[in-house]
């Protein structure tokens, strides 16, 4: 191994480069879905068990190995990312060490630079569990060429197998199909190729050293009465809500028909369209049909158990923040085609276009990529924590409650519990239609009996279509009767409830004095006119409510717009 580490210096020159990058790009845009893993792994550490106190729809290994940063005190967004830069690192030098005596060095190089450029289109920088799964997966594909070029499986094979498959199906559920679709395909293969014999006690153990971390979860979610939480939550709420809601078949063949038609639809669209947003994708789906290519013209059977893995690497599709898996193994797969045609000596003359043909690729795939990653790179990068997941939720729970005090917000926004370092009071961290249909009674118990001080509910806004103020209507209900919008007239305050008995408080908070503006004021910011009272600025409707008031227009002041935004909004005159 140590010669491995010192003997292409060249190749850890690029490692760092492309773990700068990411750290470069870390701190731009999030996602609700980075969110719940974050504050997974935030209760996890605090104590808390997943799917008790803490409901979840997802598999759990990100929470519990993302706590392992949380208990060393990571809470914000940023660290995080810096935390989740280094696994991503950390991973590299995996693959590197693994699987360097296999592959040209050079693969590692181009993957990584890959990796890392393209990280504005992928999303593989953030904490998302499809992160997990697709070098998971990709490990596991490795693995299956390296069997198929030795015929061994040894032990360093088997115990990156059931790593591989444990993490990914512990990562997202739907990789089981990605896992046994490829376990499959190599047992056909085998019998294709007469090796099944020769290998079985080698199954068998195999077999067993994949079993050993799943049994040792499900014995210790049975010790502590977790195991049918478990069950319901990461297998059932799925199955039987969610699958009403994201489109995906709950049956399994379904499933698999739905996939596989899929993919085909995804190489018919690249192959027959062309737009200037389609053209990453379809330089990916042409480097991975060219690996398949360059397969087939030396194993056959080879190339078509790569061609329908390459489908079910798309399980969660092929595009957008879901399609890491199929974006690692592609790029595997671009990395490896192009170092064969761009790098190794070709003793065929006529192999010079194909040269010209993955230069004209590389150069796009370059353009894109900087053209995308450029803009955003460095964003932020000296500005303090928060800037990532910014809402204008912030300011509002920062002056009414205290750190670490338990608060509830219902919409797609869990990224606001993490920048104002609060705590979710519920146990159903956010409110969506499939959470309705399975944790009804426990969301509505929870909420009786814990009352939260400050709640954000978007009665107004939908999830997918599916509008809050009717989906979750017993909340709405409980909320008129036991608490009061901060503020009617406005959008955001509008959406903050607080309790009745606090609201006094919470209004007194955030009352202030803006200087040269005291109440009973007539003011104006050359378009519309306000009343001062209460320390609010009060909106007059139209110049007969103002004359009926009995105001006098020779009373307006003018204030500048800047100063005026600074007085809370009231409700409006008419």
């Not at 360097?100 to 998302?128: C, E, G, P, Q, R």
């Amino acid at each position: 191994m140590r010669n491995i580490l010192i003997k292409n210096k060249s190749t850890w020159v690029v490692f760092m480069l492309g773990f700068l990058l990411i750290i470069l790009y870390s701190r731009y845009f999030s996602f609700m879905d980075e969110a719940d893993n974050i504050l997974g792994a935030i209760s996890v550490s605090q104590g808390g068990d997943i799917y008790k106190s803490f409901f979840s729809q997802h598999t759990p290994f990100v929470y519990y190995f993302m706590s392992i940063f949380a208990l060393i005190g990571v809470k914000d967004y940023e660290t995080f990312r810096l935390c989740m830069g280094f696994v991503i690192l950390c991973l590299w030098i995996f693959m590197y060490i693994r699987y360097s005596n296999y592959f040209d060095l050079k693969v590692f190089n181009i993957f990584v630079l890959l990796y890392a450029l393209t990280i504005n289109i992928t999303w593989a920088h953030m904490v998302l569990s499809d992160v997990f799964y697709g070098f998971s997966i990709l490990f596991l594909f490795l693995e299956s060429l390296i069997y198929i070029r030795t015929g061994v499986v040894s032990k360093k094979s088997m115990i990156v197998v059931a790593a591989s498959v444990f993490v990914s199906v512990m990562s997202a559920f739907v990789s089981v199909y990605s896992v046994a679709i490829l376990l499959f395909l190599l047992f056909i293969y085998n019998i294709y190729n007469k090796r099944t014999k020769k290998n079985i006690s080698n199954y068998i153990k195999l077999s067993i050293i994949i079993a050993i971390p799943f049994l040792i979860l499900i014995l210790w979610y049975w010790l502590t009465g977790n195991l049918y939480n478990f069950y319901y939550q990461a297998y059932k709420l799925n199955r039987v809500y969610y699958s009403n809601y994201n489109g995906i078949n709950n049956s399994s063949i379904g499933l698999m028909k739905q996939i596989i038609t899929s993919w085909i639809n995804h190489i018919a669209y690249h192959a027959t369209t062309f737009s200037k947003e389609s053209i990453f994708s379809g330089i990916l789906l042409f480097l991975n049909l060219l690996f398949c290519y360059y397969h087939f013209k030396r194993d056959r059977a080879l190339a078509i158990l790569i061609f329908i893995f390459l489908a079910f690497t798309g399980v969660r599709g092929f595009e957008e923040f879901h399609a890491i898996p199929y974006y690692i193994v592609s790029f595997f797969n671009s990395s490896f085609i192009i170092n064969q045609y761009l790098f190794k000596k070709q003793t065929d003359s006529r192999e010079e276009y194909k040269k010209n043909v993955m230069r004209i690729c590389v150069f796009l795939l370059l353009i894109l990529s900087l053209n995308n990653y450029v803009p955003n790179a460095g964003v932020n990068f000296t500005k303090p924590n928060g800037i990532i997941a910014h809402s204008s939720y912030d300011e509002y729970i920062n002056k009414l409650t205290k750190p670490d005090e338990k608060i509830w917000i219902t919409s797609l926004s869990p990224q606001t519990y993490i920048n104002t370092n609060r705590n979710p009071a519920m146990r159903a961290y956010i409110v969506v239609p499939w959470y309705i249909d399975a944790f009804k009674n426990e969301i509505m118990g929870d909420l009786t009996t814990i009352k939260p001080k400050l709640i954000i509910f978007e009665k107004d806004s939908d999830v997918w279509g599916y509008k809050y103020s009717d989906f979750a209507k017993d909340i709405l209900d409980f909320l008129n009767a036991e608490y009061k919008p901060l503020n009617s007239n406005v959008d955001f305050e509008k959406n903050i409830y607080i309790r009745k008995d606090l609201f006094e408080e919470a209004n007194n908070k955030l009352s202030s004095h803006v200087d040269g503006i005291d109440n009973g004021m007539l003011v104006s910011n050359g378009v519309n006119v306000y009343l001062i009272e209460n320390n609010t600025k009060r909106y007059i409707t139209n110049p007969k409510v103002f004359e009926r008031l009995g105001f006098d227009w020779k009373n307006v002041i003018t204030i500048d717009d800047d100063k005026l935004e600074n007085v809370r909004t009231g409700a409006p005159l008419d």
